[in-house]
Nanobody, 126 residues
Framework: QVQLAESGGGVVQAGDSLTLSCTLS????????MGWFRRAPGKEREFVAA????????EYASSVKGRFIISRDNPKNTARLRMNSLSPEDTAVYYC???????????????????WGQGTQVTVSS
């Protein structure tokens, strides 16, 4: 059984940084691309960032490109999202997700991800 556990959310001020972590169990981590999505109050879930199973390829939403960095530590079965220069517009519940891949690609569509975490709240005050 695949389990994803996010951590690292919290309340920060605008301009601060925060790192989210997602630890997986129950799967061969290196066969899965990892993604981060978020859902802000009153809005649809949106793609934030994703990384291929090798870690060699990444994709970012335009709204976070240059501010957020996705990474993975395969020996530790962990994916991370480093968020810099946070603004109130980044306030949301952040979800990590896993997508089984046969090639080293980076899916951005939620439908490509089979397993999801419970989410962690990030609140950025102005």
């Amino acid at each position: 059984q695949v389990q994803l556990a996010e951590s690292g959310g919290g309340v920060v001020q605008a301009g601060d940084s925060l790192t989210l972590s997602c630890t997986l169990s129950g799967i061969v981590f290196t066969s899965f691309a990892m993604g981060w999505f978020r859902r802000a109050p009153g809005k649809e879930r949106e793609f934030v960032a994703a990384i291929s199973y090798s870690g060699g390829r990444t994709e970012y939403a335009s709204s976070v490109k240059g501010r957020f960095i996705i990474s993975r530590d395969n020996p530790k079965n962990t994916a991370r999202l480093r968020m810099n220069s946070l603004s109130p517009e980044d306030t949301a519940v952040y979800y990590c997700a896993a997508s089984r891949r046969s090639t080293d690609t980076v899916p951005t569509a939620p439908a490509a991800y089979e397993s999801w975490g419970q989410g962690t709240q990030v609140t950025v005050s102005s």
